[in-house]
T-cell receptor
Framework: GAVVSQHPSRVICKSGTSVKIECRSL??????MFWYRQFPKQSLMLMAT?????????EQGVEKDKFLINHASLTLSTLTVTSAHPEDSSFYIC??????????????FGAGSRLTVL | QQQVKQSPQSLIVQKGGISIINCAYE??????FPWYQQFPGKGPALLIA?????SEKKEGRFTISFNKSAKQFSLHIMDSQPGDSATYFC???????????FGQGTRLTINP
């Protein structure tokens, strides 16, 4: 089945630094990838839609200058948290759309990246 | 109108019992309803999904029941096992697998 790989799985950084998270579709091409944020014991909130070769589409309330998204190829999207602060600490999860077993598309998630900003 | 309301927030079931998680939605444009299973520290994994043209879908021990008129759908886990202990999320979308709106999640614990 489709596999989405995310790296790093955990990252700890100092306040004010920038952190890049990579999301790769390993065995399929993904023109569209999605970035979610999940706080402890809470649901997943869609942050942005990453489109290969064009600008990302951000959900309302998500700062595009804080969360930079680049989708440079059909298998790679990156999320950069710029000038990170403790309130940016969260679990970030990417996902990509792939063909399901019955032909309809399904959303496959990566394993997530836990960011801790000190 | 974009919300998906999920209940209960947490659920404890004895091994071998039936686990039932419910979701309700408002947006009648939603036409794709997946359930995801998430273990601690991991990303969600698709468990089963349904479209509104059927009222029930079964895959192994997992069954989705869908009530279009009531705008509700539920997940039933038969013969629940300790390995089923996880957080379950329902979701809905009007754009296929894209732009999923997730429920609040249910933390399921199966006692041995």
């Amino acid at each position: 089945g489709a596999v989405v790989s995310q790296h790093p799985s955990r990252v700890i950084c100092k306040s004010g630094t920038s952190v890049k998270i990579e999301c790769r579709s390993l065995d399929f091409q993904a023109t569209t990838m999605f970035w979610y944020r999940q706080f402890p014991k809470q649901s997943l909130m869609l942050m942005a839609t990453s489109n290969e070769g064009s600008k990302a589409t951000y959900e309302q309330g998500v700062e595009k200058d804080k969360f930079l998204i680049n989708h440079a190829s059909l298998t790679l999207s990156t999320l950069t948290v710029t000038s990170a602060h403790p309130e940016d600490s969260s679990f970030y999860i990417c996902s990509a759309e792939s063909s399901g077993i019955y032909g309809a598309n399904v959303l496959t998630f990566g394993a997530g990246s836990r960011l801790t900003v000190l | 109108q974009q919300q998906v309301k999920q209940s209960p927030q947490s659920l404890i079931v004895q091994k071998g019992g039936i686990s039932i998680i419910n979701c309700a939605y408002e947006n009648t444009a939603f036409d794709y309803f997946p359930w995801y299973q998430q273990f601690p520290g991991k990303g969600p994994a698709l468990l089963i999904a349904i479209r509104p043209d059927v009222s029930e879908k079964k895959e192994g021990r997992f069954t989705i029941s869908f009530n279009k008129s009531a705008k509700q759908f539920s997940l039933h886990i038969m013969d629940s096992q300790p390995g089923d202990s996880a957080t379950y999320f329902c979701a809905a979308s009007s754009q296929g697998a894209q732009k999923l709106v997730f429920g609040q999640g249910t933390r399921l614990t199966i006692n041995p």
